[in-house]
């Protein structure tokens, strides 16, 4: 006799927000291209209304063996606007990772931050942080940041870490690849600040 070898299938694509369109969850398998059996709720029917639904995936290839179980979320549109920020991410709202003051990917940033910031509070790449490059033949230090197009973005700088911003700079809002050139002259210490213009939050510091 000659035993099957082992599969590994993973499971992804299990969170959606209804829109009256079947669903279903996303298989990938290593060896890759395995076919794959997947049930939901027991049935090989796509689900379609608002619900969980538990989702089973099995090898269906004679030569190997293995499976993987998980959970199917269709959500109604959330109300609230961070809410409707993580369902645009595919993240549950319910999820405890993503609840407001978590910080599911250790990049120091809670998810609310994240959401003021429109990075990715699953993925500790992706953060709102300022990076300089100093311009030698101009003498000038070019200051660049990941930015949103629903963000407003200010520029400070302080000449010692403990002292007030000695300058606020407005840039308005956000463009791709953003960047702002300053001349080197004196020792300063540049903070980018985000802000959602609609409506009205508090600046977030970074």
């Given at each position: 006799?000659?035993?099957?070898?082992?599969?590994?299938?993973?499971?992804?694509?299990?969170?959606?927000?209804?829109?009256?369109?079947?669903k279903s969850a996303l298989v990938t398998t290593e060896p890759s291209g395995l076919g794959v059996s997947v049930t939901y709720n027991g049935g090989a029917a796509l689900p379609v209304g608002v619900g969980s639904y538990a989702v089973t995936a099995v090898v269906a290839v004679?030569?190997?063996?293995?499976?993987?179980?998980?959970?199917?979320?269709?959500?109604?549109?959330?109300?609230?606007?961070?809410?409707?920020?993580?369902?645009?991410?595919?993240?549950?709202?319910d999820d405890t990772r993503y609840h407001a003051d978590a910080d599911d990917d250790?990049?120091?940033?809670?998810?609310?931050?994240?959401?003021?910031?429109?990075?990715d509070p699953a993925d500790s790449d992706s953060a709102l942080k300022l990076t300089g490059t100093y311009l030698d033949a101009s003498d000038r230090l070019r200051l660049s940041f990941s930015a949103s197009t629903g963000?407003?973005?200010?520029?400070?700088?302080?000449?010692?870490?403990?002292s007030p911003p000695a300058e606020t700079i407005d840039l308005g809002a956000g463009v791709p690849g953003m960047a702002v050139t300053s001349d080197?002259?004196?020792?300063?210490?540049?903070?980018?600040r985000v802000m959602l213009p609609d409506?009205?939050?508090?600046?977030?510091?970074?």
């Open positions: 006799m000659v035993a099957r070898a082992p599969a590994t299938v993973s499971l992804s694509g299990l969170y959606y927000i209804y829109d009256g369109y079947a004679a030569n190997y063996q293995g499976s993987a179980a998980g959970t199917l979320v269709i959500a109604p549109e959330a109300e609230d606007p961070f809410e409707q920020w993580l369902q645009g991410r595919e993240l549950d709202p250790g990049d120091g940033m809670t998810t609310r931050e994240e959401y003021v910031a429109d990075t963000r407003l973005y200010q520029l400070v700088y302080s000449t010692n870490l403990l080197v002259l004196h020792v300063r210490y540049w903070r980018i409506p009205p939050a508090p600046w977030v510091r970074f």
